[in-house]
């Protein structure tokens, strides 16, 4: 367990884990600013105590936050690659189009329009808060690896950072426009694949 004075016991990882995840949906919901060893108590149910044996500071409670964060998005993409991995075969690699959604799905967190803003607004936030964005900079190694298994498994020859990047600027442009998020970002992904126009 890093951080903390906390034990390493599993019951002790499990409480650990349940206040990092009171963290992470503070900081999704409310923002980086939001977060405070008062506050995820309250989120978690938990006393106040607990925070602060759990996590020696503010900043360690930022970084547990970020790998939270982090995991829910790449758990997500494993999940979308899952799905494209039992449907697919060789012989039957999916239309642009269709390859573009299933990409846009693992780049992006699941739920609906708002849910993807506030993704977008936390990712924007940490990089005001160096230990969140030292949190989800490690992670992200995780989820371009998961795009890029994507990538590979819907036959794009294409690279899963321009993939993300493409994503990444289709949803701002959605979501500033208030048009409809996915759609876009895919329409726009579409254009680069093989075969694109």
């Given at each position: 367990m890093s951080g903390g004075a906390g034990?390493?016991?599993?019951?002790g990882e499990r409480r650990r884990a349940e206040l990092a995840r009171a963290a992470a949906a503070i900081v999704r919901e409310e923002g980086p600013g939001a977060l405070?060893?008062?506050?995820?108590?309250?989120?978690?149910?938990?006393?106040?105590?607990a925070t602060t044996?759990?996590?020696?500071?503010?900043?360690?409670?930022?970084?547990?936050?970020?790998?939270?964060l982090v995991a829910t998005w790449v758990e997500h993409a494993r999940t979308v690659a899952a799905?494209?991995?039992?449907?697919?075969?060789?012989?039957?690699?999916?239309a642009r189009e269709r390859a573009a959604h299933l990409l846009v799905s693992a780049?992006?967190?699941?739920?609906?329009?708002?849910?993807?803003?506030?993704?977008?607004?936390?990712?924007l936030g940490a990089g005001r808060v160096p230990a969140l964005a030292r949190a989800i900079a490690a992670g992200r190694h995780d989820l371009d690896a998961v795009v890029a298994e994507v990538?590979?498994?819907?036959?794009a020859d294409v690279s899963p950072a321009l993939v993300v990047a493409v994503v990444d600027g289709a949803v701002v442009t959605a979501l500033t426009e208030q048009r409809p998020v996915r759609a876009s970002a895919a329409a726009l992904l579409a254009q680069v694949l093989p075969g694109g126009s």
């Open positions: 034990t390493t016991t599993a019951k405070t060893h008062r506050a995820v108590a309250a989120r978690a149910g938990a006393s106040l105590s044996y759990y996590f020696t500071g503010l900043d360690d409670l930022l970084a547990a936050a970020g790998e939270a799905q494209v991995a039992a449907r697919a075969t060789p012989a039957t690699q999916p780049v992006l967190p699941p739920g609906d329009d708002d849910a993807v803003r506030a993704h977008y607004e936390h990712l990538v590979r498994l819907v036959g």
